[in-house]
């Protein structure tokens, strides 16, 4: 080889290697840039997991207020650790080893209510459906003894939906009926997870594809939800499933009140990052603004209920709960004003 050649080929060579360093530094960079929430794709799909973590630490307890057995592995090791290392520790002599988290109380109310409706409705037998809206780490069709033959729909993004389901597959809960073997069976006549955008204005037709029947009363579930929505989005999602209920249906939803969600703007706090994104507070009293979207506000509830309700001594709540409705978060019970018997 001339000394030319021999000079050409190696410039090659250091071409290549500079070129190779180049396109997996800018690869690795990208991944990790890309993936600050593991394998969610922002902080609010990242929230379904930091609310597992909550109901894993609650389930550790000796006697706790709600049981999720799948809740640490849906959460992963980083989420349930974060959870660990802010709860607060009960009183000696308390039977607890940390504070009951405003999380576990929210769980509560959700569960009882939702399994009362489910037992019996207004009007005859309870509603068979149940649709989750913003879903997330939700794992009551698997913890939860419901009613036999319940359809559960869960709509929430494509990336929860598919973190979820390998979660669950890799943890040995069913996702079909009927699978008694499985470590966790479902405990649901059915369970579809529905790919959906609650902000787009057809994300309901994706419902109706996965077999959902707005002629067939229906239980529906906002948990944690409306505050990550724009006000017009709030108004257009409650609209939109007034009138895709059926007599005997039921929405349980929860809400920050604007004057709560006023308070938080600007707050230094280790959930900064997750407040930033909170848009939507309802009025202190909701009953109005609710009919004017098609519900009918049955009760309303706050943190203090429950835990008047549940016999709780303040000391061992992580928060003190407000008795005040503008104090806090709001737990609504409506029934849709103007029934609705075929599809919108």
Not at 285 to 298: K, N, Q, R, S
Request: glycine letters at 10%; proline letters at 7%.
């Amino acid at each position: 080889m001339s000394r030319r050649s021999f000079l050409l080929a190696g410039i090659a060579a250091a071409n290549l290697v500079i070129w190779t360093f180049k396109v997996l530094g800018s690869r690795v960079g990208n991944i990790f840039r890309a993936q600050p929430y593991g394998n969610l794709n922002s902080i609010i799909s990242f929230s379904s997991r930091l609310i597992a973590a909550s109901r894993a630490l609650e389930t550790e307890e000796d006697d706790p207020i709600i049981r999720d057995e799948l809740a640490a592995s849906l959460a992963g090791p980083g989420p349930l650790e974060r959870a660990r290392s802010r709860a607060q520790a009960a009183p000696e002599g308390s039977g607890r080893k940390f504070k009951v988290g405003p999380m576990a109380l929210r769980t509560w109310w959700f569960d009882q209510r939702l399994l009362t409706l489910l037992e019996s409705g207004k009007q005859g037998p309870g509603p068979r459906q149940v649709v989750v809206l913003g879903a997330g780490m939700d794992t009551r069709p698997w913890r939860l003894q419901l009613p036999l033959g319940v359809s559960w729909y869960e709509v929430d993004r494509s990336d929860v939906l598919a973190a979820k389901r390998h979660a669950l597959k890799k943890n040995g809960a069913g996702l079909e009926p009927g699978h008694t073997r499985k470590a966790y069976p479902l405990l649901t006549g059915s369970w579809k997870g529905v790919e959906a955008d609650l902000e787009e204005p057809g994300w309901w037709e994706s419902l109706l594809a996965s077999g959902f029947d707005p002629g067939s009363p229906v239980v529906w579930l906002a948990e944690g939800l409306l505050m990550y929505l724009e006000g017009k989005s709030v108004a257009s999602l409650l609209s939109t499933i007034s009138r895709l209920s059926s007599q005997n249906s039921a929405l349980l939803t929860m809400s920050l009140t604007e004057s709560m969600l006023n308070r938080l703007s600007g707050v230094r706090s280790p959930r900064a990052e997750l407040i930033a994104t909170w848009k939507f507070g309802c009025p202190t009293d909701p009953t109005d603004y609710f009919a004017a979207l098609g519900w009918e506000v049955e009760s309303i509830s706050t943190r203090a209920d429950m835990a008047t309700a549940l016999k709780l001594d303040p000391e061992i709540c992580q928060k003190s709960p407000s008795a005040s409705p503008g104090g806090g978060t709001l737990f609504i019970v409506a029934a849709p004003l103007a029934p609705s018997t075929e599809a919108i």
